[in-house]
């Protein structure tokens, strides 16, 4: 079992910055799929990065070149640095992770393991 919790969301202006932290406590497994999700009410959940198993990192189209990732694996933690924030970017934030696998096989967006979320609003 692994409890995720998210911190760090927060009110900002546009074209501002925030860092979000997901602390993972508990039974880590081995070879682990985690990413970031974002969601509005009234809109389905939207993958935002994903970490496969191999370390390989996935940036959704609507993030790339604002959004990185980082880990402090001693923590076990998993970073969300947010730049350059946008107004349509206010959501709130969910991290996930799964169970492990094979390394062959694929993250599935159908993760297991999900934290509360953190809220992130931008102002214009």
């Known amino acids: 079992q692994v409890q995720l919790v998210e911190s760090g969301g927060g009110s900002v202006q546009q074209g501002g910055s925030l860092k979000l932290s997901c602390v993972a406590s508990?039974?880590?497994?081995?070879?682990?799929?985690q990413a970031w999700f974002r969601q509005v009410p009234g809109k389905e959940r939207e993958v935002v990065a994903q970490v496969g198993r191999d370390g390989t990192i996935t940036f959704a189209e609507f993030v790339k070149g604002r959004f990185t990732l980082s880990e402090d694996n001693a923590k076990n933690t998993l970073y969300l640095e947010m730049n350059n924030l946008k107004p349509d970017d206010t959501a709130m934030y969910y991290c996930?992770?799964?169970?492990?696998?094979?390394?062959?096989?694929?993250?599935?967006?159908?993760?297991?393991?999900w934290g509360p979320g953190t809220q992130v609003t931008v102002s214009s």
């Open positions: 508990g039974f880590i497994p081995i070879r682990y799929c």
């Open positions: 996930a992770r799964d169970k492990g696998g094979p390394l062959v096989d694929a993250c599935s967006p159908s993760y297991p393991y």
